[in-house]
Every structure is written in C-alpha cells, then in structure tokens.
Nanobody, 123 residues
Framework: QVQLGESGGGSVQAGGSLRLSCSVS????????MGWFRQTPGKEREGVAT???????RYADSVKGRFTISEDNAENTLYLQMNSLKPQDTAMYYC?????????????????WGQGTQVTVSS
C-alpha cells in the first residue's frame, strides 16, 4: 500500500524560502509521476509542480522560476523548494502520486495523496 507524508510547512515572511518534503512508502510502479498541489479554503486544488519517472517536469505559471521540484530515489522522498515566497502562496500543500507517465497538473489524475502541510506567507 502506498502512503505519502508531507513535512516542512510553516510560517515565513514574504521573500523567504521553505522546502517541503514528501516521504513515500510502498511501491507505486516503475513508471510513475508525482506532484505538489495546493488548496485554500473555498477553492479547487491547484497543481503546482509535477515530475515523472522519465525525467519530465512541469510547473504552474504562477511558480515558475521560484519553485523547484525534485526527488531523491534513494530516500524515497519528493521535495519542493520554494523561494521568493509571496502571500498568495499561502495554502495547504499536498503531495500526490500515480502510476504511469506524464506530468499532469490536474488533481483527478492522481490516486495517492498525503495529508497536507500548511504554508503561510505573511507580508
């Protein structure tokens, strides 16, 4: 059974940085994609960044140049480095995974989800 667990959220001032981690237990598939999503109350879950086991990476326009997604296969961990944070980045951040190839930013393309970690950016 695949389980995902996020950590690294917190409160930071605008312009600051945070690094989110997502630990992965269980086997997804030889071909997989993993992503970071965020959600604020009353809004739909938004795709932030995603990567695929074949090396493809995709970012939402709102975070390009500021966020970096990466993975450490030896540690079974997915990361999201967030720099130059803005108050509009405030949200609950989730990691997600699915078997297959592609770099979708739509939440309905993912089967496995973590519980989320809160990121708050103050101005």
């Amino acid at each position: 059974q695949v389980q995902l667990g996020e950590s690294g959220g917190g409160s930071v001032q605008a312009g600051g940085s945070l690094r989110l981690s997502c630990s992965v237990s269980g086997y997804i598939n030889s071909w997989y994609y993993m992503g970071w999503f965020r959600q604020t109350p009353g809004k739909e879950r938004e795709g932030v960044a995603t990567l695929s086991s074949n090396g493809a990476i995709r970012y939402a326009d709102s975070v390009k140049g500021r966020f970096t997604i990466s993975e450490d296969n030896a540690e079974n961990t997915l990361y999201l480095q967030m720099n130059s944070l803005k108050p509009q980045d405030t949200a609950m951040y989730y990691c997600a995974a699915n078997s297959g190839l592609g770099v979708p930013l739509y939440s309905d393309q993912y089967h496995y989800w973590g519980q989320g970690t809160q990121v708050t950016v103050s101005s």
